[in-house]
């Protein structure tokens, strides 16, 4: 039955995956929103960037990011392996492209936590496999206070990041989704809400056809 193909792993294959792109001010929550998706859907893959920043307290090498010097970080922009890269907050941040490529023709969807010049690049690659949504905080007000009670960045850090906050946020409309991450369940729902939406779509689902045509000849 081919309806069965809409869920489960026999509709791996069926379809490319997506790129889930979010962005935001930092501190609006899109590391939280990503990594509480990513349990409640283990079929989602994380798309881990690479960065020349020093790791925060707890963040992993592999998980959170690749952290690298800057000369490797050129390197790898000159042998062409990234799919995207930015400077952002005075470090280089970038996008590798093995795994994504391989996530996505296994079928599997891919989620970024990147930039708007990160989502920009991603969506002029590949238009049709990129959905992007944009996580706004309540105000700027509590943004500065979710920075400050992350309590991973310095005072001066923290500043740097709220004088970028607006010109990050300029970007909202050329986003598909826009969430409001005021109560957290909330916006992870609809965030929950978006990722089963698109799997839904008909342009993601070319199968349907032959299965329409057969439906016709019965
Ligand atoms: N809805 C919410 N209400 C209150 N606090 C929240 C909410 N969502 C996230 N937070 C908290 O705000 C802080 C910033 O969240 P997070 O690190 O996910 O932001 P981010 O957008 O990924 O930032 P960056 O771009 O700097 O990586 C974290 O301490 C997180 O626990
Ligand atoms: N264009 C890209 N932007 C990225 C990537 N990885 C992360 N980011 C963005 O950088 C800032 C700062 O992140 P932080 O972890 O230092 O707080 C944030 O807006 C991220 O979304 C990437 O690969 N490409």
Redesign the pocket.
Known sequence: MHGDHLSGPVFRGQRRGFMLVLS?P????????SKRLLTQNPDLVLSVSATTRAPRPGEKHGEDYYFMEQGEFIAKTKSNEFYEWAKVFDHYYGTPKGPVEEALEEGRDVIF?IDWQGAQALAESAPQDVVRVF?LPPSLKLLRD??H??AQDSDEVIEG?MNRAKAEIEHWNEYDYVVI????SR?LEKLSQILHAERLKRSRHPWIEGFVDALMEE
């Open positions: 935001s930092s501190g609006a929550g899109k590391t939280t929103l936590d996580i979710r920075l009670k992350r990041r991450n005021d109560d957290f916006a």
